[in-house]
């Protein structure tokens, strides 16, 4: 038997996600030590010290299964958002909801809408349901062409994903722009809303997307613990939804898809409002000042309201990066060869890419 003759067609051809390269990984590669990873989007601050004391008491427990309903978790998020706690699904990481939305949405001969460059997952859990991702290109700012993707809604259409602020580029749109997207929209599609970043947005009209959860049925709003919370390693995130696609999504999961310690960490983080305001703060001047010093390098880059930055360093860039020990992430496979996204860490961190860069540009010059 070949097994690639029995694997579904839509699996054997799907492209693998590419993380960022894990630090161990690189100095073993390298035979380097000391190296920095702004690569992956994480918390450069380190777990909120009050989810690590929820974790360390709950490990005594995890010969236990955990609480499939969350329901602690659940009924501490509902009030904090103001929404019910039928509405609230949780997955092993805001990735595990865009599967499941896939799931009981497509199949081969359905459409789903997204931007693109976006986030990387999105192909691949469109394509491993066998259904068609429509790839609508960024306008020539990097921001989300809403007008663009509403014309590429058709019959075939099922599922529509706006990611803002958007993932690799940071640009947002405001919350005009969105409304007038959503009452456009066909009544008969789903729309995720991805703000795996929307804590860390500045403008002043971000959109309130939860309030469309309320106005609109068939719309979801995602949220992650791994970003803003720092909880990458444990895997949690969360959809907001109306009652009825909520049960959907309920059903279509595994009983115990978020673990024991996830839940408890993220109800400590909900509850760490130093931690939100440590990271929020330094996120936002450490934004400020890679955008400053890549601007002064001659490099251009792009508004960010999430928590990297998106800039033109040039091809190689990335490579000379690492050997210096500062590992960034290539964009290659967005088709954009010149591009890197830099994920804000420390300002120390911050730092030292910014040397790094220094140095390749001197060569260079
Ligand atoms: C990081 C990220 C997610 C999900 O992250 P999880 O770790 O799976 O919760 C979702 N969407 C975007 C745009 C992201 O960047």
Redesign the pocket.
Known sequence: MALKDIVKAHIRDLEPYQPGKPIEAVERELGISGSVKLAS?ESPLGPSPKAMAAVQQAVANIHRYPDGASFDLRRKLSQRLAVGEEQLVFGA????I?ELLAKILLGPGDECVFAWPS?A?YPIVVRGMGATPVQVPLDRDLVHDLAAMAASVTERTRLVFV?NPN?PTGTSIGADDLDRFMSTLSEDVVVAI?E??ADFARRRDFPDALSWVARRPGTIV?R????VFGL?GL?I?YGVADPELADYLQRARHPFNVNRLAEVAAAAALDDRDYLEKITRLNASGVDYLSRELRDLGIEVWPSDANFVLARTGSDVYEKLLLQGVIVRPLGGFGMPDHVRISVGLPEENERFVKALRRIREVEA
């Open positions: 989007n990481g805001a990735d595990e865009l986030f997952m990611c993932n991805d795996a970043y995602l992650t613990f791994s970003k990458a895997r995130g």
